[in-house]
């Protein structure tokens, strides 16, 4: 199987600044990294998503790098805002849709104003 | 409105229990999934469900049974549910992304 592992668990940032989140996995077919954020007593809400043929993906101040030798990827958020406070989840899973997600353990940010 | 709904939002009950929670997706998707998110927040997987196959993660115990009628429903029946079975079960349902249904919170007392 696979095993993804989420540092750090706890983020506290000062508004404005930018927050990284890393993730490994062990397992070189895994091939797709979606990252997820959960606001407290909400469901898991997909951001960002990055596949393992591409290295680098942004959207909408969000930054996610693959680097598939290292086994590693990770989340950027730039210019974070109090809005951004939660939890973030990466995950990975195999090729095709039937393929389950390993998740990591989580990051709580929190942006301080 | 196309997502994934779930049923109840909450469920308290006693040990020793059955209970059911249900799963529908109108997103048109061909896999579904049930998750476990316990009280660290950590989330696992439990079943997943593609044109009536399933594959369940080793470490579920017997008690829990996913139950299928068609491909956009999933539904998790307890038997006898156990002090350690508290937390909030997510469905999901993929075509390529996974989304998550808002989940329902169980807690056994």
């Known amino acids: 199987g696979e095993q993804v592992e989420q540092l750090p668990s706890i983020l506290r940032v000062q508004e404005g600044s930018s927050a990284s989140i890393n993730c490994t996995y062990e397992?070189?077919?895994?091939?797709?990294f979606p990252w997820y954020k959960q606001e407290p007593g909400e469901n898991p809400k997909l951001i960002i998503d990055?596949?393992?043929?591409?290295e680098r993906k942004q959207t909408q101040g969000l930054i996610v790098l693959l680097d598939k030798k290292a086994k590693r990827f990770s989340l950027h958020i730039t210019d974070t805002q109090p809005g951004d406070s939660a939890m973030y989840f990466c995950?990975?899973?195999?090729?095709?849709?039937?393929?389950?997600?390993?998740f990591g353990a989580g990051t709580r940010l929190a942006v301080c104003p | 409105e196309t997502a994934v709904f779930q049923t109840p939002n909450y469920h308290v009950t006693q040990v020793g229990n059955e209970v059911s929670f249900n799963c529908k997706q109108t997103?048109?998707?061909?896999?579904m999934y049930w998750y476990k998110q316990d009280s660290k927040k950590l989330l696992k997987i439990m079943f997943s469900?593609?044109?009536?196959?399933?594959?369940v993660n080793e470490t579920v115990p017997r008690r829990f049974s996913p139950q299928s009628s068609d491909k956009a429903h999933l539904n998790l029946r307890i038997k006898s549910v156990e002090p350690e079975d508290s937390a909030v079960y997510l469905c999901?349902?993929?075509?390529?992304?996974?989304?998550f249904g808002p989940g329902t919170r169980l807690t056994v007392l």
């Open positions: 999901a349902s993929s075509k390529y992304e996974q989304y």
């Open positions: 397992n070189s077919a895994s091939n797709y």
């Open positions: 990055i596949r393992s043929n591409m």
């Open positions: 995950a990975a899973s195999g090729s095709g849709s039937f393929n389950k997600l390993t």
């Open positions: 997103l048109g998707h061909d896999t």
């Open positions: 469900y593609n044109n009536k196959q399933l594959i």
